[in-house]
Nanobody
Framework: QEQLVESGGGLVQPGGSLRLSCAAS????????VAWHRQAPGKKRELVAG???????NVQAPWKGRFTISRDNANNTVYLQMNDLKPEDTAVYYC?????WGQGTQVTVSS
C-alpha cells in the first residue's frame, strides 16, 4: 500500500528547531513535487514549502529564512527543517505528493 508517513513533530520551546521527515512507500515521490502544508487550530490549511524531484525548492514567504525543505530521493524521504520556531507555528504539518497525503504530525511551540 502506497502511503506517506510523517514524523519528527513534538513540543518545542520558542526559538527551538525541529526537523520533520516524510517517508514515502512505493514510487509516490519518483519524479514528482513534494510539498509540506500545515493547518493551525481554527485556520485553513496552507502551503508551507515545496520541492521538485531535481531539488528546486520554494518556501513560502512567511517562512523564508526559517524553514528549509530538502529531499533524499535514494531513500524516498523529504525533510522540513524548521528553525527559530514561534508559537504561531503550532499546527499539524502534512506531507503531500500528487494526490497522496500523510496523516500529519503535530508541532507545538510553547514555553
Amino acid at each position: 500500500q502506497e502511503q506517506l508517513v510523517e514524523s519528527g513533530g513534538g513540543l518545542v520551546q520558542p526559538g527551538g528547531s525541529l526537523r520533520l521527515s516524510c517517508a514515502a512507500s512505493g514510487s509516490i515521490f519518483s519524479g514528482y513535487v513534494v510539498a509540506w502544508h500545515r493547518q493551525a487550530p481554527g485556520k485553513k490549511r496552507e502551503l508551507v514549502a515545496g520541492i521538485s524531484y531535481s531539488g528546486t525548492t520554494n518556501v513560502q514567504a512567511p517562512w523564508k529564512g526559517r524553514f528549509t525543505i530538502s529531499r533524499d530521493n535514494a531513500n524516498n524521504t523529504v525533510y522540513l527543517q524548521m528553525n527559530d520556531l514561534k508559537p504561531e507555528d503550532t499546527a499539524v504539518y502534512y506531507c503531500t505528493s500528487r494526490w497522496y497525503w500523510g496523516q500529519g504530525t503535530q508541532v507545538t511551540v510553547s514555553s
